[in-house]
């Protein structure tokens, strides 16, 4: 149980254009998912919280304009990065929780993210 | 402080041996605890969850939480070249035990 999956596994593109990545909660409800970013040898970085049908909650530092946060579902939350950059290239990687205090984080398998 | 700490390692034990890992924790309220494995180029992987004081064992490993101490850990028992990766300890807490933190994670090599 508690199947996370990410999509797409790996997105090679040119500057300036915008990346669509998708995570579902395959066998649970998901109010509230989790993006992270983490650059080689690094560790996780919370960029924003993703509440169903409500505005995401982005760390300090994070741009809401640029990465674009959608939950619009119970299973499905969407980040955009619009316009990327070489400097947007890392690896994302996608969160759900069951509903419910003290529950733990499932992760996805991550998207590899290169912006040439 | 952090509010979740890891020794960074890398933490090096031969084939067979136990491995420990160990994290503390700075918000005493905390009442969830997890450990992760995530592999180089992975995602992390929940392998442990522990919720009361005392050993939980599941399988080769053994997850220990003192909250007195704020403190808990992981046991890897027979250690294989398999389980090396990073370890990921990470902590529930604030109101309704909604925010999770993560600690920076402990790289663990098992030596064949």
């Known amino acids: 149980g508690a199947v996370v999956s990410q999509h797409p596994s790996r997105v090679i593109c040119k500057s300036g254009t915008s990346v669509k990545i998708e995570c579902r909660s395959l066998d649970f409800q998901a109010t509230t998912m989790f993006w992270y970013r983490q650059f080689p040898k690094k560790s996780l970085m919370l960029m924003a919280t993703?509440?169903?049908?409500?505005?995401?909650?982005?760390e300090q530092g994070v741009e809401k304009d640029k990465f674009l946060i959608n939950h619009a579902s119970l299973t499905l939350s969407t980040l955009t990065v619009t316009s990327a950059h070489p400097e947007d290239s890392s690896f994302y990687i996608c969160?759900?929780?069951?509903?419910?205090?003290?529950?733990?984080?499932?992760f996805g398998d991550g998207t590899r993210l290169s912006i040439l | 402080q952090k509010e979740v700490e890891q020794n960074s390692g890398p933490l090096s034990v031969p084939e067979g041996a136990i491995a420990s890992l160990n994290c503390t924790y700075s918000d005493r309220g905390s009442q969830s605890f997890f450990w992760y494995r995530q592999y180089s180029g992975k995602s992390p992987e929940l392998i442990m969850s522990i919720y009361s004081n005392g050993d939980k064992e599941d399988g080769r490993f053994t997850a220990q939480l003192n909250k007195a101490s704020q403190y808990v850990s992981l046991l890897i028992r027979d250690s294989q070249p398999s389980d090396s990766a990073t370890y990921l300890c990470?902590?529930?807490?604030?109101?309704?035990?909604?925010?999770?933190?993560f600690g920076a994670g402990t790289r663990l090599f098992v030596k064949a």
């Open positions: 990470a902590v529930n807490g604030g109101p309704g035990g909604f925010k999770t933190i």
């Open positions: 993703s509440n169903e049908g409500s505005k995401a909650t982005y």
């Open positions: 969160s759900a929780r069951v509903t419910g205090g003290g529950q733990p984080q499932h």
